[in-house]
């Protein structure tokens, strides 16, 4: 699985974005997939992750209510919707793919194969 991440830019605490990640090379509606952001001199953190069908999801609690995960797999893609954001969420933000099939909304970088080259995110107060 090939996945391209976008979406990242420079903002203002409260803004909003959508940041996309584009999947291919394999069947795409099989996979759970998941995103993680990691800030300077910090280690890779979970943010979100969404099952293979898109029935179940999960979130870190420092995001719960203000970031939703989505995927699109007629698209062959997945979005995460992110609101109200903070300086803390600065980050390089990186979408990931199981390799398993029927995955669940894994939260740990350990369950995911394929990983995208990252988007940043930079929230200026």
């Known amino acids: 699985v090939q996945l391209q991440a976008s979406g990242g830019g420079l903002v203002q605490a409260g803004d909003s974005l959508r940041l996309s990640c584009a999947a291919s090379?394999?069947?795409?509606?099989?996979?759970?997939m998941g995103w993680f952001r990691q800030a300077p001199g910090k280690e890779r953190e979970f943010v979100a992750a969404?099952?293979?069908?898109?029935?179940?999801?999960d979130y870190a609690d420092s995001v719960k209510g203000r970031f939703t995960i989505s995927r699109d797999n007629a698209k062959n893609t997945l979005y995460l919707q992110i609101n109200s954001l903070k300086p803390e969420d600065t980050a390089v933000y990186y979408c990931?793919?199981?390799?398993?099939?029927?995955?669940?909304?894994?939260?740990?970088?350990?369950?995911?194969?394929?990983w995208g080259q990252g988007t940043q995110v930079t929230v200026s107060s």
């Open positions: 090379g394999r069947t795409f509606s099989i996979y759970a």
């Open positions: 990931a793919a199981d390799g398993r099939r029927w995955g669940s909304a894994w939260s740990r970088t350990y369950q995911y194969d394929y």
């Open positions: 969404i099952n293979w069908s898109g029935g179940s999801t």
